[in-house]
């Protein structure tokens, strides 16, 4: 395949923003070089995050699926669209009742940071939350298209990625299940998640606190998608590079108009650089 970018300019970066499916493993299993990545990056003395859009998983499920796969983690080394919902939620909409379409993960999480949540449809709702549900009913559907055609309510989504790849292809994401409640109802979400720039920002100002040394300059987020991941980055003036091992495909790459510094084949590109 064709590389784009000065590959060992690389070596410059002192953060890694890396999404998590597509990237450093699909579904269940992880890529081959993602383990000595990681311990590559953290032995150079930089750092990493991970930075994921998937809404069906609170911060604590994904600690224990990185550990399954293999890699020890903490709460701390993630930033989540989960987290990000919240924390918009609290800031905008603090107390009010918000009817969540989302797993029990999903609703776990944003009910412990504070959010004010219901799972059933009543008259006293005031606001609609819709998450990456892998638990999705047809009763949830009915439940959000009843409360946005008979109320003018914020509608609040936690991505806007339309898949989430699996091991076989694909499967339809938030924003794919936002696409049918828009069709019913004639309302947008308010999509919180990549490709806004917050999580790159709070990212790096996690980071700063620990290393001054770490800035926007030398931060570069890593993903499979150009309209989540890559767009998130270019809003943020972060370094971006695109990895061909998930969503994008070549052809798709290179006949974008995003303005992407690096597009390699997958990570492990990545590690023969920094080695």
Request: hydrophobic share 35%.
């Amino acid at each position: 395949m064709r590389e784009k970018g000065n590959a060992s300019e690389i070596r410059d970066i002192k953060l890694f923003l890396f999404d998590l499916d597509g990237t450093l493993y699909l579904g269940e299993q992880l890529y081959p070089f993602t383990k000595e990545l990681l311990k590559e990056i953290r032995r150079q003395g930089k750092h990493y995050l991970f930075m994921t859009n998937n809404s069906s998983r609170g911060v604590d499920a994904y600690v224990a699926k990185m550990k399954r796969l293999g890699i020890e983690s903490t709460e701390e080394d993630f930033i989540t669209s989960v987290m990000a919902t919240s924390a918009y939620v609290n800031k905008n909409y603090p107390g009010l009742k918000f009817y969540v379409a989302g797993t029990e993960s999903f609703k776990k999480e944003l009910r412990e940071s504070g959010v004010n949540l219901t799972d059933e449809y009543s008259d006293d709702v005031q606001g609609v939350i819709q998450g990456f549900d892998t638990e999705l009913t047809f009763k949830k559907l009915d439940d959000v298209s009843k409360l946005l055609t008979l109320k003018d309510i914020p509608f609040i989504a936690a991505n806007p990625d339309y898949v989430c790849p699996t091991e076989y292809g694909f499967v339809p994401d938030c924003g794919s299940v936002c696409g049918m409640l828009k069709n019913a109802t004639g309302k947008e979400p308010y999509y919180i998640g990549k490709p806004r720039p917050e999580m790159v920002y709070f990212a790096v100002d996690r980071i700063h606190s620990k290393d001054i040394s770490v800035s926007i300059d030398n931060t570069m987020v890593v993903g499979d998608r150009m309209y989540t991941d890559i767009a998130s980055g270019i809003n943020a003036k972060a370094k971006t590079c695109l990895v061909l091992s998930g969503e994008t495909t070549e052809e798709q790459a290179y006949s974008s108009d995003y303005k992407i510094d690096y597009i390699l084949r997958d990570c492990g590109r990545i590690l023969e650089v920094i080695k």
